[in-house]
T-cell receptor, first 111, second 111 residues
Framework: EAQVTQNPRYLITVTGKKLTVTCSQNMNHEYMSWYRQDPGLGLRQIYYSMNVEVTDKGDVPEGYKVSRKEKRNFPLILESPSPNQTSLYFC??????????FGPGTRLTVL | DQQVKQNSPSLSVQEGRISILNCDYTNSMFDYFLWYKKYPAEGPTFLISISSIKDKNEDGRFTVFLNKSAKHLSLHIVPSQPGDSAVYFCAAQRDAGKSTFGDGTTLTVKP
């Protein structure tokens, strides 16, 4: 089954404790991306990657890091999380033609 | 500068009637437009798309219209069904790359 998986689905952490949210896709898509969804602000892109070892900033990259060492994986790293990073996070992948497949979401709470 | 806007946060429609969701954009370089649907506790799923070289695309009950001169697109759902109740996101992109999303419109279809 074609899918994008994210782990964990739910995470509660404290300020400053480094965390990683994993994302994996099994569709051999070149393009992968991370979004955050906040009430009234829709989906805002954090980082994206056009292919292995190629990453670029989206609209709200501050406080986040990513890496793309393999085509299927695109982890999101928060080196020192802060409460304003409490949000719902979605990973997505797509063909270069443009239809994105989204993961189920990770709800992160930073205390 | 929000490049993609959905000015109606919510829309309520009676079952069987037409639902019209609107989206405006400012960047004339966008060449591909998509609509995604999102249920609670799930990631967005692709619904329908349209290339900038077309003005209409139809898929069953869903039709997307694009007015390039007005930088406006709309999604028509006919007839609306209770299962269509969800958040609908409009997205725009250029050169098969980065997607920019609107804030979403919550559609409620009443039985």
């Amino acid at each position: 089954e074609a899918q994008v998986t994210q782990n964990p689905r739910y995470l509660i952490t404290v300020t400053g404790k480094k965390l990683t949210v994993t994302c994996s896709q099994n569709m051999n898509h070149e393009y992968m991306s991370w979004y955050r969804q906040d009430p009234g602000l829709g989906l805002r892109q954090i980082y994206y990657s056009m292919n292995v070892e190629v990453t670029d900033k989206g609209d709200v990259p501050e406080g986040y890091k990513v890496s793309r060492k393999e085509k299927r994986n695109f982890p999101l790293i928060l080196e020192s999380p802060s409460p304003n990073q409490t949000s719902l996070y979605f990973c997505a992948s797509k063909t270069l033609q443009g239809t994105q497949y989204f993961g189920p979401g990770t709800r992160l709470t930073v205390l | 500068d929000q490049q993609v806007k959905q000015n109606s946060p919510s829309l309520s429609v009676q079952e069987g009637r037409i639902s019209i969701l609107n989206c405006d954009y400012t960047n004339s370089m966008f060449d591909y437009f998509l609509w995604y649907k999102k249920y609670p506790a799930e990631g967005p799923t692709f619904l329908i798309s349209i290339s900038s070289i077309k003005d209409k695309n139809e898929d069953g009950r869903f039709t997307v219209f694009l007015n390039k001169s007005a930088k406006h697109l709309s999604l028509h759902i006919v007839p609306s069904q209770p299962g269509d109740s969800a958040v609908y996101f409009c997205a725009a992109q250029r050169d098969a790359g980065k997607s920019t999303f609107g804030d979403g419109t919550t559609l409620t279809v009443k039985p």
